[in-house]
């Protein structure tokens, strides 16, 4: 369980300065990830929060792609 609030603070910590540096879309990304991980941890008790949490893996995912995708160029 440390673990998993280990990277869930460096995810969002990574999330605000990224956008202090302004990469806005890396920051949407990693605040997606730290709170899809916030909510698969809620989910524990709340069953049904769990397709919210793989939606913010979805959302994720999305942006990794994209800014790959991006820098592939």
Do not use: C, K
Request: net charge positive.
């Amino acid at each position: 369980m440390i673990s998993r609030m280990f990277v869930i603070i460096l995810a969002l910590g990574a999330a605000a300065y990224r956008f202090s540096t302004g990469a806005i879309l890396e920051s949407v990304g990693l605040l997606a990830l730290g709170t899809g991980l916030l909510v698969l941890r809620a989910a524990d008790r709340r069953p049904h929060l769990r397709r919210y949490a793989y939606l913010s893996f979805l959302v994720t995912a999305a942006v990794m792609v994209y800014v790959m995708s991006r820098n592939w160029r």
